[in-house]
């Protein structure tokens, strides 16, 4: 039998998903690749779809009047793709909800055609009280640009699912 072979010839599978509550590491720098450009057409549907009518998103002729002389992209959708960015690494499966967001700030503006990459700083996880198996993690995510500027700054609590395996492991424990 192969490595690739499961028990009785099954082929063996991994199934892509984000991180277990358990596997949280405090203090530890999540680099998000690849990044993600931003263009004038995600920017315009976006702000449409949002029916956010600012004209620095949608009018380049109003924009160029303005202090940046272009059109920014919206920064409802810069925080949406920074979070997006994350989601592979960290809760593909295994976030239950958002619990919030705190000090969201945007320190400079996203032009069409920036690039920006992400990375989250793991704050604090601790075990929830009401809720076995699961827990919550404070999560400090950064977007820059392709230079390296921060464009964009969140602070995000969730509620993620602890292992199973390890969490029936641990109530078992407890109950013996």
Known sequence: MSDAQGPAGAERRIVQRGLWFDELETGVVYDHRPGRTMTEADNVLFTTLTMNTQPL???????ETTEFGEPLVNSMHTLSTLIGLSVSQLTLGTIVANLGFSEVAFP????????????TRVV???????????GIA???????????????????????????????EQASEAGA
């Open 57 to 63: 998103h949608l009018d380049r002729a109003w924009s």
């Open 108 to 119: 400079a503006p996203v032009r069409h055609g920036d690039t920006i990459y992400a990375e």
């Open 124 to 134: 604090e996880a601790r075990a929830s009280r009401s809720r076995p198996g699961q």
């Open 138 to 168: 404070t999560f400090e995510h950064l977007a820059r640009n392709q230079h390296g500027e921060v464009v964009a700054k969140a602070v995000r609590q969730v509620l993620m699912r602890a292992n199973p395996e390890t969490a029936a």
